[in-house]
């Protein structure tokens, strides 16, 4: 097996921008449709704190890419995580 | 400010807890509601490639917690997933 290594970074990346930039259609998606009837209230709850924390390991261990991806999926998922909470507040 | 080292560990398994657990009560409201108009095709396509990655990433740098967080996150997202396309489609 070839050393891996100069592949890392690339996979990392790569990882990482895939991940951040699946939450654009999802957002996009729930913004226009406003149809939050089959998302799940409790993943975004869940999803967007640990994304906080993410953001708080990055600030602690000074990692840039670290920050970024999380500050960017944060906007995101707190997007989607807004019109479903809203959506289940009307509905009560 | 207080020297955050013994803390970072703590703050690492938890944001990685919370954003793989966070999956579950989605998963979990997919298959049981099979209501998967509100969800994006474009994320879960997207957002499980990335997670095969990260995967990947784990895999090449012998990284424990990064495997197992992975597999789990994949087998989620990929149910959701998996049923998100199947009702696409079925509705073309």
């Known amino acids: 097996m070839p050393d891996p290594s100069p592949l890392l970074p690339v996979i990392g990346y ?3 921008t895939l991940t951040t930039v699946s939450f654009v259609p999802q957002a996009l998606k729930t913004l226009r449709s ?3 009837r089959g998302i799940s ?3 975004y709850l869940l999803f967007c ?3 906080v924390l993410w953001g708080v390991y990055g600030l602690l261990t000074a990692d840039g890419p670290l920050i970024a991806a999380n500050a960017i ?3 995101l998922s707190s ?3 807004e019109r479903t909470w809203r959506a289940r507040w009307r509905s009560r």
Chains 1, 2 share one sequence.
């Open 14 to 16: 790569t990882a990482a």
């Open 34 to 36: 406003g149809d939050t």
């Open 41 to 43: 209230l409790r993943m």
């Open 49 to 51: 704190s640990g994304i």
């Open 73 to 75: 999926t944060l906007v």
């Open 79 to 81: 997007l989607i995580l």
